[in-house]
């Protein structure tokens, strides 16, 4: 039987991980000692094998198994669109979607004067490179909604060619929002974004 020390290590770096607390990575650790066999090895394989596998796309920052990422060795995708964001979530979220059928570039985060975080801390000049190289007519700006996200898009726009089209994400009201729970900033956008019927 395992010590309990080791189960007591799993937990305390389960609870690292985000959205799980002491508590859910207790349980979870509890639930996969209990399915060992269709749960907690071959979880410990696969966890073995991505550790062993995964590389960071060479061109836009994917996470995938190769060097270049099928997403950008996919000439269906060669469009002249490319959709700018900070991290890999926000490009797994886009392509769970499944409605932007172009090339990402990941940043890597946001410019933040307070973190001492620059241009060159992130993918920008890759970036720039990339839209030239790459025959991009329209960048679309993924960023989030803060006003790091918002410095970023406009450091961004401002380095751009003026011949390729700077758009960004729409922003207002989601779909099945009611009014009463949406914030200040939220109506304000969608005010402001209005289009019409």
């Known amino acids: 039987?395992?010590?309990?020390?080791?189960?007591?290590?799993?937990?305390?770096?389960?609870?690292?991980?985000?959205?799980?607390?002491?508590?859910?990575?207790?349980?979870?650790?509890?639930?996969?000692?209990r399915k060992r066999a269709v749960l907690l090895s071959p979880l410990a394989d696969q966890m073995r094998l991505v550790?062993?596998?995964?590389?960071e796309c060479l061109n836009c920052g994917n996470i995938e198994t190769d060097h270049i990422c099928s997403i950008c060795s996919d000439?269906?995708?060669?469009n002249g669109e490319m959709c700018i964001v900070e991290d890999v979530a926000d490009l797994w979220a886009m392509e769970r979607?499944?409605?932007?059928?172009?090339?990402?570039?990941?940043?890597?985060?946001?410019?933040?004067?307070?973190?001492?975080?620059?241009?060159?801390?992130?993918?920008?000049?890759?970036?720039?490179?990339?839209?030239?190289?790459?025959?991009?007519?329209?960048?679309?700006?993924?960023?989030?909604?803060?006003?790091?996200?918002?410095?970023?898009?406009?450091y961004i726009a401002d380095q751009m060619d003026p011949s390729v089209s700077v758009t960004t994400l729409a922003k207002g009201v989601p779909i099945g929002g009611e009014l009463d729970y949406l914030?200040?900033?939220?109506?304000?956008?969608?005010?402001?974004?209005?289009?019409?019927l």
């Open 1 to 33: 039987m395992t010590h309990p020390t080791d189960i007591d290590q799993l937990i305390t770096m389960m609870a690292k991980l985000p959205g799980l607390g002491p508590r859910s990575a207790r349980r979870a650790v509890l639930h996969m000692i």
């Open 51 to 55: 550790a062993e596998t995964a590389k």
């Open 75 to 78: 000439t269906q995708r060669e």
């Open 97 to 154: 979607a499944n409605v932007f059928k172009g090339r990402y570039h990941v940043l890597g985060g946001t410019l933040s004067a307070l973190d001492g975080i620059g241009p060159d801390d992130l993918r920008i000049p890759k970036l720039v490179d990339r839209v030239t190289t790459e025959n991009i007519q329209e960048v679309i700006l993924a960023l989030n909604a803060t006003i790091e996200g918002q410095t970023t898009a406009h």
């Open 183 to 196: 914030d200040d900033g939220t109506i304000t956008a969608a005010l402001t974004a209005r289009r019409k």
